[in-house]
């Protein structure tokens, strides 16, 4: 209604304006500079309302550029997602809006659906082992020896999101079948049925602890990380040994300045060997 009254107004004013111009032409100038300026006056007018038009279609896009990107903002905070990590930056973007309401985007029916896993819909022992990897793989996100680019860039940048989706993907299978085991025990289990679950519950079990391994692996090398971040400590410590063999030196310690040095050299072996195994442990991830 209100913009209803605006385009109103400024038609009036266009048109008062247009019949005093062509008023003062035509007292001034003569008829024909009146003629003229009424027929520019449409092609004005027009030029107006397309400016208008261009000026207000490029405000609603920028405020709802804005508001979309507040909402997908809003979904990664309080939705717990993994997503496929061979995804692109478009499609990851499609994923969420599938979580806003306004887009009235069905989620069971997105066609990325099988390209990521919402966490709050795995069983609480399938989180939880999620939970484990991905403490894992934070672990190693945060470490020194990757801070310094010492670790596989293949392993970090490429597997561990792939482990992660992978791992993920299983879990979301495993949970299904889970529940479909559960529906198909109600009631009555006769020996025929039990004959048909068994080994679909057998075939369950083997992914689940084939799952667990691969979890446990990532937990393996997050300690390699943790240990060769220890051993950067320890290389950082081992450049003090010479304060403490001067100090030695002052009190005429010869024995231990000698001690002091053999241990540090077996010690700078058994450091770039801790290192080594870390980056070999992040290599066999992709196995």
Known sequence: MARGCGWAL????????????????YVRLGPAA???????????LCGFVLAHDVTRRRALTAEEARLLAQERFQVR???????????????RLAVLDCFIPRLARDVPSSPYRD?????????????????????????VYRSEVMRRRLLDDLANEVLLPSQIWEIARLLRMQTELQEEQRRARRGVVTPELLAVLRPQQDALDR???????????LEQYARRVQ???????????LGNNDKYR????????????GALTAHGDAL???????????IEAGQTLAL
Do not use: K, Y
């Open 77 to 91: 905070r309080t939705v717990d997602l993994v997503i496929d990590p061979a995804l692109t930056g478009a499609e």
């Open 207 to 217: 992914s689940v602890a084939a799952v667990t391994a691969r979890v446990e692996g």
């Open 10 to 25: 400024a038609t009036i004013s266009v048109c008062s304006a247009v019949l005093v111009t062509g008023v003062t032409l």
């Open 34 to 44: 009146a003629v003229v300026a009424v027929l520019l006056a449409p092609i004005a």
């Open 227 to 237: 240990e060769a971040d220890a051993a950067l400590r320890a290389r950082e410590a």
């Open 246 to 257: 001067e100090l030695l030196a002052h009190t005429d310690d010869a024995e231990g300045i």
């Open 268 to 278: 700078e072996e058994t450091l770039a060997r801790s290192v080594r195994e870390a």
């Open 115 to 139: 390209r990521f896993v919402v966490v709050a819909e795995l069983s609480p022992p399938a989180r939880a082992l999620l939970e484990r990897a991905r403490r894992a793989v934070a672990i």
